[in-house]
């Protein structure tokens, strides 16, 4: 996969095809709900898509600053099609190596429910004490030391 920090507006449109495909068509996530003061622009926050060898563009996800040693993982979808390839690994992976390259010692993430085993994975532990609710869709605060 090709990892492309996002720079320009047209590579940013990509990655909000790839959001709106997974939030809002699969997983019926209101359209107003899904975006935000971080995508007004690329430099709203670090954005990042991955292109497949074929040229398609696969993956999507931003971190922001939550704290100033702690980048926030966001937004992280993986087109169907690309899902228990690896893709979704490689785009944290390559997030979480541009947020050390920033600076940051820890990552943050707000993992929908039925991804949390996904994220264990990966090295993420639980940190909320409950569940809670995000666009009506269960989800647990994780995190990890970069």
Same mark, same amino acid.
């Given at each position: +996969?090709?990892?492309?920090?996002?720079?320009?507006?047209?590579?940013?449109?990509?990655?909000?095809?790839?959001? +709106? /495909?997974?939030?809002?068509?699969?997983?019926?996530? =209101? /359209? @107003?709900?899904?975006?935000?003061?971080?995508?007004?622009? =690329?430099? $709203?926050?670090?954005? +990042?898509?991955?292109?497949?060898?074929?040229?398609?563009?696969?993956?999507?996800?931003?971190?922001?600053?939550?704290? =100033? @040693?702690?980048? *926030?993982?966001?937004?992280?979808?993986?087109?169907?099609?690309?899902?228990?390839?690896?893709?979704?690994?490689?785009?944290?992976?390559?997030?979480? /190596?541009?947020? *050390?390259?920033?600076?940051?010692?820890?990552?943050?993430? @707000?993992?929908?429910?039925?991804? /949390? =085993?996904?994220?264990?994975?990966?090295?993420?532990?639980?940190? $909320?004490?409950?569940?809670?609710?995000?666009?009506?869709?269960?989800?647990?605060? +994780?995190?990890?030391?970069?």
């Amino acid at each position: +996969m090709k990892k492309i920090r996002i720079s320009s507006q047209e590579m940013l449109q990509e990655a909000f095809r790839i959001r +709106m /495909e997974v939030f809002v068509d699969e997983q019926q996530v =209101p /359209e @107003d709900l899904e975006m935000d003061e971080y995508d007004v622009s =690329p430099e $709203s926050a670090r954005h +990042m898509l991955l292109i497949s060898e074929e040229g398609v563009p696969a993956a999507a996800g931003r971190f922001i600053e939550y704290k =100033p @040693d702690t980048a *926030k993982m966001q937004r992280i979808a993986v087109r169907g099609r690309f899902r228990g390839k690896g893709t979704g690994r490689e785009l944290i992976a390559a997030l979480e /190596e541009w947020a *050390k390259e920033e600076g940051y010692a820890y990552s943050v993430l @707000d993992a929908q429910c039925q991804a /949390e =085993p996904f994220y264990q994975k990966l090295g993420y532990e639980t940190v $909320s004490a409950e569940t809670f609710l995000d666009a009506g869709i269960p989800h647990v605060r +994780m995190m990890k030391p970069l």
